[in-house]
Nanobody
Framework: VQLQASGGGLVQAGGSLRLSCAVS????????MGWFRQAPGKERELVSA????????HYASFVEGRFTISRDYASNTVYLQMNGLKPEDTAVYFC?????????????????WGQGTLVTVSS
Protein backbone atom coordinates (compact mmCIF):
# COMPACT_ATOMS: atom_id res chain seq x y z
CA VAL A 1 0.00 0.00 0.00
CA GLN A 2 1.59 3.22 -1.15
CA LEU A 3 0.33 6.77 -1.35
CA GLN A 4 2.82 9.44 -2.32
CA ALA A 5 1.72 13.01 -1.78
CA SER A 6 3.63 15.90 -3.32
CA GLY A 7 3.26 19.48 -4.45
CA GLY A 8 3.37 21.34 -1.18
CA GLY A 9 5.52 24.38 -0.64
CA LEU A 10 5.64 28.03 0.33
CA VAL A 11 3.31 30.43 -1.45
CA GLN A 12 2.06 33.94 -0.86
CA ALA A 13 -1.52 34.62 0.06
CA GLY A 14 -3.70 34.58 -3.04
CA GLY A 15 -1.41 32.16 -4.79
CA SER A 16 -2.01 28.62 -6.04
CA LEU A 17 -0.61 25.15 -5.56
CA ARG A 18 -1.55 21.77 -6.95
CA LEU A 19 -1.13 18.76 -4.73
CA SER A 20 -0.75 15.31 -6.22
CA CYS A 21 -1.24 11.90 -4.65
CA ALA A 22 0.03 8.90 -6.57
CA VAL A 23 -1.66 5.69 -5.46
CA SER A 24 -0.69 2.11 -6.12
CA UNK A 25 -3.20 0.64 -8.56
CA UNK A 26 -4.45 -2.28 -6.56
CA UNK A 27 -5.41 -0.22 -3.53
CA UNK A 28 -7.50 2.58 -4.95
CA UNK A 29 -8.97 1.76 -8.34
CA UNK A 30 -12.50 1.25 -6.92
CA UNK A 31 -12.26 3.45 -3.87
CA UNK A 32 -13.13 6.98 -2.99
CA MET A 33 -10.28 9.28 -2.09
CA GLY A 34 -9.88 12.24 0.20
CA TRP A 35 -7.57 15.09 1.10
CA PHE A 36 -7.22 16.05 4.75
CA ARG A 37 -5.13 18.67 6.48
CA GLN A 38 -3.72 19.24 9.93
CA ALA A 39 -2.55 22.64 11.08
CA PRO A 40 -0.21 23.04 14.06
CA GLY A 41 -2.08 22.51 17.29
CA LYS A 42 -5.28 21.53 15.52
CA GLU A 43 -7.04 18.30 14.70
CA ARG A 44 -6.90 16.77 11.27
CA GLU A 45 -9.87 17.75 9.13
CA LEU A 46 -11.33 16.83 5.78
CA VAL A 47 -10.64 19.20 2.92
CA SER A 48 -12.22 17.38 0.02
CA ALA A 49 -13.31 13.93 -1.14
CA UNK A 50 -14.02 12.32 -4.49
CA UNK A 51 -15.86 9.13 -5.42
CA UNK A 52 -14.16 6.29 -7.25
CA UNK A 53 -15.67 7.32 -10.56
CA UNK A 54 -14.96 10.97 -9.92
CA UNK A 55 -18.62 11.80 -10.46
CA UNK A 56 -19.22 12.96 -6.90
CA UNK A 57 -17.14 15.42 -4.93
CA HIS A 58 -17.40 16.97 -1.51
CA TYR A 59 -15.71 20.04 -0.12
CA ALA A 60 -15.34 21.48 3.34
CA SER A 61 -17.10 24.82 3.58
CA PHE A 62 -13.85 26.66 4.21
CA VAL A 63 -12.41 25.70 0.79
CA GLU A 64 -15.48 25.55 -1.42
CA GLY A 65 -15.03 27.67 -4.50
CA ARG A 66 -11.25 27.84 -4.07
CA PHE A 67 -10.12 24.19 -4.22
CA THR A 68 -10.87 21.52 -6.80
CA ILE A 69 -10.35 17.79 -6.38
CA SER A 70 -9.92 15.50 -9.38
CA ARG A 71 -8.51 12.11 -10.25
CA ASP A 72 -6.76 10.63 -13.23
CA TYR A 73 -7.23 6.90 -13.68
CA ALA A 74 -4.49 6.46 -16.24
CA SER A 75 -1.87 7.54 -13.73
CA ASN A 76 -3.74 6.57 -10.54
CA THR A 77 -3.31 10.06 -9.22
CA VAL A 78 -5.60 12.32 -7.24
CA TYR A 79 -5.11 16.06 -7.40
CA LEU A 80 -6.08 18.99 -5.26
CA GLN A 81 -5.91 22.30 -7.08
CA MET A 82 -5.74 25.07 -4.51
CA ASN A 83 -6.40 28.64 -5.61
CA GLY A 84 -6.83 31.78 -3.57
CA LEU A 85 -4.73 30.40 -0.75
CA LYS A 86 -4.98 32.05 2.64
CA PRO A 87 -2.58 31.97 5.61
CA GLU A 88 -5.15 29.84 7.46
CA ASP A 89 -4.70 27.15 4.79
CA THR A 90 -1.22 26.49 6.18
CA ALA A 91 -1.09 22.84 7.21
CA VAL A 92 0.24 19.42 6.38
CA TYR A 93 -2.01 17.95 3.71
CA PHE A 94 -2.65 14.21 3.60
CA CYS A 95 -4.28 12.05 0.95
CA UNK A 96 -6.18 8.94 1.91
CA UNK A 97 -8.01 6.00 0.38
CA UNK A 98 -11.54 5.31 1.55
CA UNK A 99 -12.99 1.91 2.35
CA UNK A 100 -15.95 2.82 0.17
CA UNK A 101 -16.62 3.84 -3.41
CA UNK A 102 -18.43 7.06 -2.63
CA UNK A 103 -17.44 10.24 -0.85
CA UNK A 104 -17.19 10.37 2.91
CA UNK A 105 -16.00 12.97 5.36
CA UNK A 106 -15.39 10.61 8.27
CA UNK A 107 -11.73 9.89 8.97
CA UNK A 108 -12.56 6.43 10.25
CA UNK A 109 -13.83 5.58 6.76
CA UNK A 110 -10.33 5.96 5.33
CA UNK A 111 -8.03 2.97 5.48
CA UNK A 112 -4.78 4.07 3.86
CA TRP A 113 -2.94 7.35 4.35
CA GLY A 114 -0.08 9.12 2.65
CA GLN A 115 2.80 10.75 4.48
CA GLY A 116 1.64 14.33 4.05
CA THR A 117 2.97 17.36 2.24
CA LEU A 118 3.46 20.75 3.90
CA VAL A 119 1.69 23.82 2.54
CA THR A 120 2.74 27.17 3.95
CA VAL A 121 0.91 30.34 2.96
CA SER A 122 2.54 33.62 3.88
CA SER A 123 0.60 36.83 4.41
Amino acid sequence: VQLQASGGGLVQAGGSLRLSCAVSRRTASNNGMGWFRQAPGKERELVSAISWRGSNTHYASFVEGRFTISRDYASNTVYLQMNGLKPEDTAVYFCAVSRYSGTTSRQEDYQYWGQGTLVTVSS
